[in-house]
């Protein structure tokens, strides 16, 4: 059963913007409100990182490396997380992963982002 779907992933230049979204159909509106939501990336041959967090009183944590270039928000009507990326970079070039704090869902297909320089 599919728990978590990521998309809005694709193909842009470099300096271009992506939003990507991650819809919980599974979850009921408590229970997404109340956790933590995570966005994480993997790039080939390397692990997984964590680039942006989310609580549910909307505080929100960035990686260093994307500070001031990617927005994470989230929208309890629709059950859905977001990162907004702007400035991209080829090296944000990855699978990119949604999930939650304890306990953790079955990850999703993920969304694919390519940066061209």
């Known amino acids: 059963q599919v728990q978590l779907v990521e998309s809005g992933g694709g193909l842009v230049q470099a300096g271009g913007s992506l939003r990507l979204s991650c819809k919980t159909p599974?979850?009921?509106?408590?229970?997404?409100?109340?956790?933590?939501w995570y966005w994480y990336r993997q790039a080939p041959g390397k692990q997984r990182e964590l680039v942006a967090t989310?609580?549910?009183?909307?505080?929100?944590n960035y990686a260093e490396f994307v500070k001031g270039r990617f927005i994470i928000s989230r929208d309890s009507a629709r059950k859905t997380v977001y990162l907004q990326m702007n400035s991209l970079k080829p090296e944000d070039t990855a699978m990119y992963y949604c999930?939650?704090?304890?306990?953790?869902?079955?990850w999703g297909q993920g969304t694919q982002v390519t940066v061209s320089s």
């Open positions: 999930n939650r704090d304890f306990p953790e869902l079955p």
């Open positions: 989310i609580t549910g009183g909307r505080n929100t």
């Open positions: 599974r979850l009921i509106t408590s229970t997404f409100n109340s956790a933590v």
